[in-house]
């Protein structure tokens, strides 16, 4: 489920700009790395890309990884993965958030969240509840084994 609202949370918009009632954008995460990219922009581009799409996408499939293997890899890579990965999980929803309030306080022009920024909240809020499940799974297995 995780993974879907993570392709929905990239592909949908995620914040709405209006400006003096005429003009208005959306714009989704993938068109920021589109954008970036097109402008030139390939290191940013490559940074947003990494901690918007890459790292989420990472860490679902770690955690996938880690509830299909979870014996096998208990104190291997995945479980030092995932805490890395996880300090990064809602930094893009805090960045949208501040563009939001910074456009706002701006008066240049009004921004409001769009469905694809909650989708991609919502996905990362699942990926870490998938994992804290898996993790209380595993140890009360190996409590019961002990």
Known sequence: MSSVTLTLGVVLPIMKFES?????????????????????????A???ASFSVIFPFTKQMAVLLEAINWNRQKNGVLMKLIPLLSKWSMMDVLLVALVIVA????????????????FYASSTLLTIISHWLIHKRSSAILLAED
């Open 20 to 44: 003096f009632y005429f003009f208005d954008e959306t714009t989704s995460i993938i068109d920021v790395i589109t954008t970036l990219y097109v402008s030139e922009e390939y290191l940013l």
């Open 46 to 48: 490559a940074l947003v």
């Open 103 to 118: 456009a706002k306080l701006s008066g240049v022009a009004s921004a409001f969240s769009q469905i694809g920024l909650w």
